[in-house]
Nanobody, 121 residues
C-alpha cells in the first residue's frame, strides 16, 4: 500500500512541469488528496488540495494562478500541473491522501515518497 509521486526534474525558471501521484494497493476515490512540498531547510508546506469528486480545489497563495491540481479516479492518479515555475518552487513534492473528502487538509493518513523539483535561473 503506497503512494508514489513522479514527474519531478530540473527545469529553468518560467518553464512547466507536471507531477503525478499514483496509488498502489490504495484506492484514492472517495478521499480528498493533497500536494505538499518541502524545500531544503524548511518545514513542509501545503500546496494544493482537491476534493474526492474533484468539484473543489484549493491552493496556497504562493502557487495560486500558476499550479493546477486534478485527478483521474479511473486511473487512481492525482496530478499537479505547474506553470511559470520560480526558484522558490524548488522542493521535494509529496502527495498525500486525506481521511475525508474535502479539498482542505483535514488529516492525511497516507504519504507518498516525494519527487524533487529543481528550478534553476
Amino acid at each position: 500500500v503506497q503512494l508514489q509521486a513522479s514527474g519531478g526534474g530540473l527545469v529553468q525558471g518560467g518553464e512547466s512541469l507536471r507531477l503525478s501521484c499514483s496509488g498502489s494497493g490504495l484506492t484514492l476515490e472517495g478521499f480528498g488528496m493533497g500536494w505538499f512540498r518541502q524545500a531544503p531547510g524548511k518545514e513542509r508546506e501545503w500546496v494544493s488540495g482537491i476534493s474526492s469528486g474533484a468539484s473543489s480545489t484549493t491552493y496556497a497563495d504562493s502557487v495560486k494562478g500558476r499550479f493546477t491540481i486534478s485527478r483521474d479516479n479511473a486511473k487512481n492518479t492525482l496530478y499537479l500541473q505547474m506553470h511559470s515555475l520560480k526558484l522558490e518552487d524548488t522542493a521535494v513534492y509529496l502527495c498525500a491522501k486525506d481521511l475525508r473528502g474535502t479539498s482542505y487538509p483535514s488529516g492525511m493518513d497516507y504519504w507518498g515518497k516525494g519527487t524533487l523539483v529543481t528550478v534553476s535561473s
